[in-house]
């Protein structure tokens, strides 16, 4: 199964995602762990350029340079998928929409271009404020983790993603430990067995 945690920066998706792998592991089931975007990319140093403030690209590029750096793992996605193994990513394709719904695109381009891709089988938001978000990381944010009104907009359209699409949502302003319970009671039932 391809499981997808999405939420803003600092609301412990790389967190919950590693403490999910492990406890998959542990199943003795296996899993792979990727983490979106990848800056390592000729792709993704792009990105990174760019949240830097080095280049200058529309929404509609920022999201179609997101959904290239994911197709660049494509290959690998099926793989991994055709020989029975779990994927558990940090950000996938909700990502691109949330931030382009919020910079005023439109939700089904946003869709439409990420169709190549695998779907998840399940998504876990964990639903922070933006305020906390900042609170979190208080120094190095990039451009888009310094725009409150952008991230409560990011925020709402996560939110509105979830009710339509059935996605898991946990609180993640929770204590770790408590996410952790929360994501595991949730995710772990839904797995098929090896």
């Not at 933006?130 to 979190?136: C, D, F, I, K």
Request: aromatic share 6%.
């Amino acid at each position: 199964m391809l499981i997808a945690f999405e939420g803003l920066d600092q609301s412990g998706k790389e967190t919950q995602a590693r403490h999910l792998r492990a406890r998959i592991s542990q199943e003795g089931r296996k899993v792979h762990a990727i983490s979106f975007p990848d800056y390592n990319t000729p792709i993704g140093m792009e990105i990174a350029a760019a949240l830097r403030g080095e280049r200058e690209f529309g929404p509609d590029v920022m999201q179609l340079l997101y959904v290239a750096n994911r197709l660049e793992y494509k290959p690998k996605l099926d793989s991994w998928i055709e020989s029975g193994a779990d994927i558990v990513c940090d950000r996938y394709r909700a990502s691109s929409v949330a931030y382009g719904e919020a910079q005023g695109l439109s939700r089904e381009w946003l869709d439409e271009i990420q169709k190549p891709l695998p779907a998840a089988d399940i998504t876990v938001l964990l639903d922070i404020a933006p305020e906390t978000a900042v609170a979190r990381k208080q120094t190095g944010r990039d451009r888009y983790e310094r725009d409150l009104s952008l991230l409560a907009r990011v925020r709402e359209s996560y939110r509105s993603q979830a009710k339509q699409r059935g996605w898991i949502l946990i609180d993640g302003e929770q204590e770790k430990d408590a996410v952790q319970a929360a994501v595991e009671a949730a995710v772990l039932p839904r797995l098929a067995r090896p």
